[in-house]
Nanobody, 122 residues
Framework: VQLAESGGGFVQAGGSLRLSCAAS????????MAWFRQPPGKEREFVAAISRFAGSPDYTDSVKGRFTISRDNAKNTVYLQMNSLAPEDTAVYYC????????????????WGQGTQVTVSS
């Protein structure tokens, strides 16, 4: 299994970015897919997840209404649309997957991408 993130970069506060996670070795529609982030000097934290099959989204409170997780089954890719970005969103963003849905602890995810840096300036 390989997960490859892309789309990170440098953006001013209030701007937008879309992260992509291209998967190989698994079908994103049959696995729970999630985004985590790790701000500088802090622990990795849950951002958003999309459930297997039904594709129900779940978000941490701080990104609700600003971020949207989605997937394209044909492209086997998961996305994180990030709007109204703020400096506190600065972090390395990771894509992760596990078989079953409903989990937010990083240690319980089986597969991880290499991460993509998102930097938001004030």
């Amino acid at each position: 299994v390989q997960l490859a993130e892309s789309g990170g970069g440098f953006v001013q506060a209030g701007g937008s970015l879309r992260l992509s996670c291209a998967a190989s070795g698994l079908a994103v529609s049959t696995y729970a897919m999630a985004w985590f982030r790790q701000p500088p000097g802090k622990e990795r934290e849950f951002v958003a997840a999309i459930s297997r099959f039904a594709g129900s989204p779940d978000y941490t409170d701080s990104v609700k209404g600003r971020f949207t997780i989605s997937r394209d089954n044909a492209k086997n890719t998961v996305y994180l649309q990030m709007n109204s970005l703020a400096p506190e969103d600065t972090a390395v963003y990771y894509c992760a997957s596990r078989l079953l849905s409903g989990v937010k602890e990083p240690s319980r995810y089986s597969y991880w991408g290499q991460g993509t840096q998102v930097t938001v300036s004030s």
